[in-house]
């Protein structure tokens, strides 16, 4: 188990270690919500430890970057170094995608648009059960291309569900292009007020923002919220920062030296 | 069936607190028994399928049981994805009730006839298919299903009047039930067009040939022995099924033959065309697919026949 204290960095060396020693991609997106995934599993997440049924529920909805995840839950201790280090072998819990058969992953995902109406069931079971857990959930900004998406979004604002939590990661970045060149999501957050939601705009590389943020919401009633985070994809390497390759491609050891590096440094 | 499938499910919701209703949007003079009894255990999601299985994940992960509701290509095929990914893959007790399988929506035309759910459906492993013949099949079929730990497709049927002569409520998971027996042929069938096929024996018998009818409502898991034991006795048998003919029951029927090596010839009815766009009642469907009695003894005729 880690020893280590949770953060940001933290997750972003440990993608970075594990996505080179499995030589696979995805690593941009996963900078993208490392901080994220700090603010969450900083704190924020009411876990005391993964099989309680009364924890808060999280959902990386965009399970393509579950190398992070691992990440946090390695952090967190749930995952040991030993099981961080089977990542994309063969016979592994921890592939590509998460799965829900892994200790501190409530629900597999990895095809897109499922997770807001998992997310959406699980915050109507909490109130149905009253208990006071709340589920949060993580997208991409792509991924609300899913028309399911707005399926979910408009019963979780009927149902005024309060207890949920939609974070999207607006890193203006999907798999073969800019989303403003696939498909347009200017005004995110229009479109979530538009749809009944509390909405509020972020800097999802701010930790302390995102903290602020996601305590100042009343859990117990009114609409469902969501977080709009500006993100950067490849966030906290350079080279990596915007470039749709990195969507895909493994890194050679040079350029695994200098992301890690300036991951390093910059903590 | 749908009335049965109702008063059952609220019968059960009496019991169990877990047992909540989802639909999407339709079953109008169908559920109002749950909705009048238990108006905080239903909800109507809108017409959003995809949505509904989603929902029913997390429900069903919070400790819920949670029945969501259809027209049978509605709530199987249109959320196979979250189906498959949701409470298959978690292994979760969420129930998919899908309305009026094969032609029973005949003249709603063919958006609505569930040719192949059951097909598409009995591919996961993971997932229980219950397709009842009658009320009181969808009745027994529910008091011993309802609680299982994993997931399950009902196709249920919208006709309440027809009893399947022979069957009697008769329902165990993974055996099949043998509603009618003779010597010289075997039919296998299931859901609602069992009745064309109980028919069809009888009108077999006043011309002499005496038939055993199977019916098979238990479709995942199969009932493999039953099948093995019951084949093993006929050179010949009849697959007759609302579906196309690749994937159901007639498929299940030459898996069987194949793997066990059971020296029987096999006649699949079903529906073999590709929509075109012609529809009618479910009794001009079933003739025009060859799965109405008087076709049935036609190929039971032919069959018997001697080259």
Same mark, same amino acid.
């Given at each position: 188990m880690s020893s280590e204290a949770l953060s940001a960095s933290g997750i972003r060396r440990i993608t970075l270690e594990q996505s080179k020693r499995a030589r696979v991609g995805h690593i941009g997106s996963a900078l993208s919500i490392a901080d994220i995934l700090a603010t969450l599993y900083g704190g924020v997440l009411k876990v005391?430890? !993964? #099989? @309680? !049924? #009364?924890r808060d529920r999280f959902i990386l909805s965009k399970g393509h970057a579950a190398a992070a995840l691992y990440a946090a839950l390695h952090l967190r201790g749930w995952v040991s170094s030993t099981e961080l280090s089977?990542?994309?072998? @063969?016979? =592994? $819990? $921890? *592939?590509?995608h998460p799965e829900h058969a892994l200790t501190g992953v409530d629900f597999s995902t990895g095809s897109l648009g499922h997770g807001l109406s998992i997310a959406a069931g699980a915050a109507l079971g909490a109130r149905l059960a009253r208990s006071t857990r709340r589920v949060f959930v993580l997208l991409s900004d792509?991924?609300? *291309?899913?028309g399911s998406v707005w399926e979910a979004a408009m019963f979780a604002a009927h149902h005024e569900l309060a207890n949920l939590v939609a974070i999207i990661d607006l890193n203006g970045q999907q798999a073969l292009g800019a989303t403003d060149s696939v498909i347009r999501v200017e005004s995110m957050a229009d479109r979530w007020i538009e749809f009944g939601w509390e909405t509020v705009e972020a800097d999802g590389h701010d930790v302390a923002e995102m903290t602020r943020v996601l305590s =100042?919401? #009343?859990?117990?009633?009114g609409a469902p919220h969501v977080v709009v985070a500006r993100t950067i994809f490849g966030r906290g390497v350079s080279y990596m920062e915007r470039q749709l390759k990195w969507h895909y491609l493994p890194m050679s050891e040079s350029e695994y030296r200098q992301a890690l590096d300036e991951v390093t440094s910059a903590a | 069936m749908r009335a049965a499938f109702i008063e059952t499910l609220v019968e059960l919701g009496e019991r169990d607190r877990r047992i909540l209703f989802l639909t999407g949007d339709l079953g109008f003079m169908a559920i109002e028994p749950w909705v009048n009894r238990f108006p905080d255990r239903f909800f109507n999601v809108g017409v959003a399928e995809q949505n509904m299985v989603g929902i029913a994940t997390g429900l069903a992960e919070a400790g819920y049981i949670p029945f969501v509701y259809s027209i049978a290509t509605f709530a199987s095929l249109r959320p196979f994805e979250f189906i498959r990914n949701g409470p298959i893959l978690h292994r979760l007790p969420v129930r998919i009730v899908g309305v009026g399988g094969g032609f029973e929506y005949g003249s709603a035309g063919t958006t609505h006839h569930a040719l192949e759910d059951l097909g598409v459906m009995r591919t996961q492993p993971g997932l229980t298919v219950i397709a009842p013949a009658d009320s009181q099949q969808t009745r027994t079929a529910m008091r011993r299903t309802w609680d299982l730990p994993g997931p399950i497709y009902y196709r249920i049927g919208k006709d309440d009047r027809t009893t399947i002569r022979g069957l009697n409520g008769d329902f165990v998971l993974g055996r099949a039930s043998v509603i009618r027996r003779g010597k010289d042929l075997v039919f296998v069938t299931s859901g609602s067009v069992a009745a064309e096929v109980a028919e069809a024996a009888e009108l077999l018998a006043a011309r002499g040939i005496q038939c055993t009818v199977i019916v098979v409502a238990?479709?995942? /898991?199969? /009932?493999i022995s039953d099948l093995v034991d019951e084949l093993s006795r006929f050179s010949r048998v009849i697959t007759v099924e609302a579906h196309y003919v690749n994937g159901g029951i007639g498929s299940m029927v030459a898996e069987v033959i194949a793997e066990h090596g059971i020296p029987c010839r096999l006649e699949r009815c079903g529906v073999r065309r590709g929509p075109d766009g012609r529809a009618g009642s479910q009794r001009y469907l079933y003739q025009q697919h060859g799965i109405d009695r008087a076709s049935l003894v036609e190929t039971a005729v032919t069959m018997l026949a001697p080259v």
């Open positions: 005391e430890t !993964p #099989d @309680d !049924p #009364d089977t990542f994309c072998a @063969d016979g =592994s $819990l $921890l *592939n590509v792509a991924e609300c *291309n899913e =100042s919401f #009343d859990y117990g009633a | 238990s479709v995942n /898991p199969a /009932p």
